[in-house]
C-alpha cells in the first residue's frame, strides 16, 4: 500500500497549483471544469484512520476516521469552544468514478443538519502526492 496524501476542496494544503487546478482560497484548491479526476482507491487513505485533535476554528479539533473497508472510510468530526461543542460532521471518503470523493453533512452544536434531509456537500479529489 503506498501512503499517499490527499488532496480534497478544503483538504488541500499545497502552495502552488498545477494543470487542472485553481486555487478556491489561501489554503484550498477546486478541480477546475472538465479536468479529469486523478485515480486512486479507498486503501490510499488508509493512513487517515484513527482519532487525530488540533487547535483550529477558534477551539480544539476532533476527527475520527474509520479503517477502509466496501470503498468507504466513515469520519466524524466536532469542533469544541469554550468546553462546548460548536457544530459536528459526518462524513464520508467514496471510490466514485475510478477516484475518491470527501461527503460531508453539517449539524449544529443541537444536531440540526444544515443541510436538507437528503442533501450533503461533496468535494473530488483533486491531487494526489507522495
Request: net charge negative.
Amino acid at each position: 500500500m503506498r501512503r499517499c496524501n490527499l488532496v480534497f476542496l478544503v483538504l488541500a494544503l499545497a502552495a502552488t497549483s498545477a494543470i487542472g487546478q485553481s486555487r478556491n482560497t489561501e489554503n484550498t484548491l477546486r478541480l477546475d471544469e472538465g479536468t479529469v479526476r486523478p485515480s486512486a482507491s479507498i486503501e490510499d487513505m488508509a493512513w487517515l484512520a484513527g482519532f487525530w485533535q488540533a487547535e483550529g476554528f477558534g477551539g480544539r479539533i476532533e476527527d475520527v476516521w474509520s479503517q477502509p473497508s466496501a470503498g468507504t472510510m466513515m469520519g466524524m468530526y466536532k469542533v469544541i469552544q469554550d468546553g462546548s461543542p460548536s457544530f459536528y460532521e459526518l462524513q464520508l471518503i467514496v471510490e466514485q468514478e475510478g477516484s475518491l470523493a470527501w461527503l460531508v453533512k453539517h449539524f449544529s452544536a443541537e444536531f440540526s443538519a444544515w443541510e436538507e434531509k437528503a442533501a450533503f456537500v461533496t468535494f473530488p479529489l483533486v491531487r494526489l502526492t507522495e
